[in-house]
């Protein structure tokens, strides 16, 4: 955006304006964002009982990512460890 301002009536003029995204926006980058992350109530209750038992959060992400109705779901080892 570039703007420029009036002498006379001091305010700003739009002088261009781009409207395009200037980044991807792809279904695997949304795939990353936080709330397509989030647990099933039945992987999260899964994770607590994994936690509880000490078990690194590594160890436990690919036995909730089977449990997912989505199995291309993310799932971060950060998003497990932020059950507790």
Do not use: F
């Amino acid at each position: 955006m570039q703007l420029s301002r009036s002498k006379k009536k001091r305010k700003l003029i739009v002088k261009k304006l781009h409207l395009e995204h200037n980044h991807p926006c792809n279904e695997l980058v949304v795939m990353g964002y936080p709330q397509k992350r989030k647990l099933s109530e039945a992987g999260e209750e899964k994770s607590k009982n994994y936690i509880d038992a000490k078990v690194i959060p590594s160890i436990i992400r690919p036995l909730v990512r089977e449990l997912e109705e989505d199995s291309a779901k993310i799932i971060l080892g950060r998003d497990i460890s932020n059950i507790r």
